[in-house]
Nanobody
Framework: QVQLVESGGGLVQPGGSLRLSCTAS????????MRWYRQAPGKQRELVAT???????DYTNTVKDRFTISRHNYKNTVYLQMNSLKPEDTAVYYC?????????WGRGTQVTVSS
C-alpha cells in the first residue's frame, strides 16, 4: 500500500521560513516524480514545485527564488524549503508522487503565514 505522509507545516510570520517533508512508502521512490501542490481556501489546487528522480526541478513563477524542492532517495523523502514566506502562501500543501500511470497523494499539511 502506497502512503505519502507530509509534515512540517505550521504558523509563521511573513518573511519567515518553513521546511515541509513528505515521506513515501510502498513505491520505488527513486523512479517517482515528486511534486508539491497547494490549495488555498476558495481556490483550485495549484502545482508549486516538481522534482524528477534524477533531481531536475521546476517551479511555478510565484515561488521561484523563494522555495526549493529537494529529495533524499535513500530516505524516501522529498522536501520543500520555503523562505521569504508571504500571506498569499497560506494554503494546505500536498505531496504528490507519480510513477507510470499511477498518481498518489498525501493528506496535506497546513501552512499559515500571518502576523
Amino acid at each position: 500500500q502506497v502512503q505519502l505522509v507530509e509534515s512540517g507545516g505550521g504558523l509563521v510570520q511573513p518573511g519567515g521560513s518553513l521546511r515541509l517533508s513528505c515521506t513515501a512508502s510502498g513505491i520505488i521512490f527513486s523512479s517517482t516524480v515528486m511534486r508539491w501542490y497547494r490549495q488555498a481556501p476558495g481556490k483550485q489546487r495549484e502545482l508549486v514545485a516538481t522534482i524528477t528522480g534524477g533531481g531536475i526541478t521546476d517551479y511555478t513563477n510565484t515561488v521561484k527564488d523563494r522555495f526549493t524542492i529537494s529529495r533524499h532517495n535513500y530516505k524516501n523523502t522529498v522536501y520543500l524549503q520555503m523562505n521569504s514566506l508571504k500571506p498569499e502562501d497560506t494554503a494546505v500543501y500536498y505531496c504528490n508522487g507519480a510513477i507510470g500511470p499511477n498518481d498518489y497523494w498525501g493528506r496535506g499539511t497546513q501552512v499559515t503565514v500571518s502576523s
